[in-house]
């Protein structure tokens, strides 16, 4: 019974009323995903599954995520360089106190294969379309599911704008 | 979480011969039943992990498509079959929940979560029939501004918060059950069971019995049909009221309709009285007014929902009228 964290295999605990949220934080001592409401309402534990789907940590019990692979904010830094997304958080002030920030991230990451696929959101105006831009609108919906109380979401749209934009040429 | 054993099911033979054991509860992607774990709402003895059965989607020989209960509610409503042929139940699924959890969310578990009353998660401090059969409800009494209108019982007054749901009634879903007394299907709108004196009785499915499918039968004029949710804030929020519909027109006169209405009863609330009323009227204004409002007659508004029943009929009439407008 094995997962794959940040690209290191490690065990399963035993009890599988641990969710992955505790133990990447309690038993991995990856305190980066954070446990904001521990329901599902904040957004706070994103992590992503197989390199690029983003789910909630805290509403996942880790055993089912046993073989798969999860990535977490620790995960995104390459050698200890950050990831061009992070710079952009940092130099677009898209956080105060932070918390809420590699939630953000690891959405924003999720966010961009989706878009890739063409997945649609609910301010999508045409459902039969193949590619979807990523206008103000949508990205404000799609990224609905993390709050930021300190209220950084200009700085947060900003930020992931300025990166995809980059990433796209 | 009170402790439990956990298995994978490899198949569907091997998940119902798992949940025929006592108290076994089966797992989707975990985003209502983890949380009501944690709730000590639900106290299985076991789970069984279903996540691994079908989540294929395929289309029938009748032209409708075929969506495995493991489908992760993303993979529905991106899928280009739903997309093209079935946009309300595409539109109701992303109107749902946030990008996060539609990526972990089944198909079958979005169609068994539980209700988000708010007296019945407060589990030490508010009475819930539903939680504790006979104990009573907190909410006929308390701030109900997000409970139902239609449907409910002196018992309870809770909604089914689905989204996906609505556009499964209105589209005339078939859900395939499965369990070991054999297979059978139950259309979507006779799964879920209205409270009356037993709200904690929540759907007409057997103990152990699994949802394996739900079918979407050919329905051409579903091509023009969309979802249309009310809520508090503009994203990521439990519905007041949600309309999901369908419209055939022949000239300017109503041929068929397919009305499904969220957020305003127990269940997913087919309007079959509108729909009846519609057919064969003339698609104004008038008769979506004069449908919307039959349906909407024998709605029991409480102290804060009064305000539900004028907002339903009045999506209901924009919804028709944005169709109306959609004629190529």
């Known amino acids: 019974m094995s997962i794959t964290i940040n690209g290191l295999k490690t065990h399963l605990p035993d009890d599988p009323r641990v969710?992955?949220?505790?133990?990447?934080?309690?038993h991995l001592h990856l305190p980066g995903a954070k446990k904001g409401?521990?329901?599902?309402?904040?957004?706070?534990?994103t992590v992503l599954a197989d390199g690029g789907e983003r789910i909630l940590a805290c509403l996942a019990l880790a055993v089912q995520y046993e073989g798969r692979s999860i990535t977490s904010i620790e995960g995104l830094t390459d050698n200890?360089?950050?990831?061009?997304l992070q710079r952009a958080f940092i130099e677009h002030d898209g956080l105060q106190c932070g918390y809420c920030t590699p939630g953000q991230i690891c959405s924003a990451i999720g966010m961009a294969e989706e878009l890739r696929r063409g997945v649609p959101s609910h301010v999508t105006e045409d459902l039969s379309a193949v590619s979807i831009a990523l206008t103000s609108d949508e990205l404000r919906e799609r990224m609905s599911g993390n709050l930021c109380r300190c209220g950084a979401?200009?700085?947060?749209?900003?930020?992931?704008?300025?990166?995809?934009?980059?990433?796209a040429k | 979480m009170t402790p439990f054993t956990y298995c994978r099911a490899a198949d569907a033979a091997e998940a119902i011969r798992l949940g025929a054991q006592a108290q076994a509860k089966y797992l989707g992607g975990g985003t209502n039943l983890v949380d009501l774990l944690r709730e000590t709402l639900e106290q299985p003895?076991?789970?069984v992990d279903i996540t691994g059965l079908s989540s294929a989607i395929e289309e029938r020989p009748d032209g409708g498509l075929l969506i495995g209960a493991a489908a992760k509610n993303t993979a529905v409503a991106e899928h280009r079959a739903v997309r093209t042929r079935y946009?309300?139940?595409?539109?109701?699924?992303?109107?749902g929940a946030s990008a996060q959890i539609r990526n972990m969310a089944t198909v079958g578990g979005n169609i068994l979560q539980r209700t988000r009353c708010t007296y019945f998660y407060d589990n030490e401090g508010s009475r819930c029939n539903k939680r504790a059969p006979g104990q009573g409800c907190d909410a006929i009494d308390g701030f109900n501004r997000?409970?139902?209108?239609?449907?409910t019982s002196p018992a309870c007054i809770a909604t089914h918060p689905s989204d996906m749901c609505v556009a499964l009634a209105a589209l005339g879903a078939v859900v395939h059950l499965r369990s070991t007394c054999g297979e059978r299907m139950l259309p979507l709108t006779d799964l879920h069971r209205l409270p009356e004196s037993h709200p904690e009785i929540e759907t007409m499915l057997d103990p152990g019995e699994l949802i394996t499918a739900v079918e979407l039968p050919a329905l051409p004029f579903a091509a023009r049909s969309t979802y249309r949710k009310v809520r508090d804030r503009a994203s990521y929020a439990f519905a007041l009221v949600s309309v999901a519909a369908a419209l055939e027109l022949q000239g300017d006169t109503v041929k068929d309709v397919r009305l499904a209405l969220g957020g305003i009863a127990p269940k997913p609330w087919r309007a079959w009285k509108a729909e009846a009323a519609l057919k064969g009227r003339p698609a104004i204004a008038e008769s979506f007014r004069v449908a919307a409002e039959l349906e909407l007659a024998?709605?029991?508004?409480?102290?804060?929902?009064?305000?539900?029943?004028?907002?339903?009929?009045?999506?209901?009439?924009a919804v028709l009228d944005e169709l109306t407008g959609e004629r190529a």
């Open chain 1, 19 to 26: 969710s992955l949220l505790d133990l990447l934080r309690e």
């Open chain 1, 37 to 45: 409401c521990d329901q599902g309402a904040c957004g706070a534990c």
């Open chain 1, 80 to 84: 200890g360089e950050l990831h061009p």
């Open chain 1, 153 to 167: 979401y200009n700085g947060i749209v900003a930020a992931i704008t300025e990166n995809f934009a980059e990433a």
């Open chain 2, 45 to 47: 003895a076991a789970l």
């Open chain 2, 87 to 95: 946009p309300v139940l595409s539109r109701a699924i992303v109107a």
């Open chain 2, 146 to 151: 997000n409970h139902a209108i239609l449907g």
């Open chain 2, 298 to 317: 024998g709605a029991k508004p409480l102290r804060d929902n009064g305000f539900k029943v004028e907002l339903a009929v009045r999506t209901i009439a």
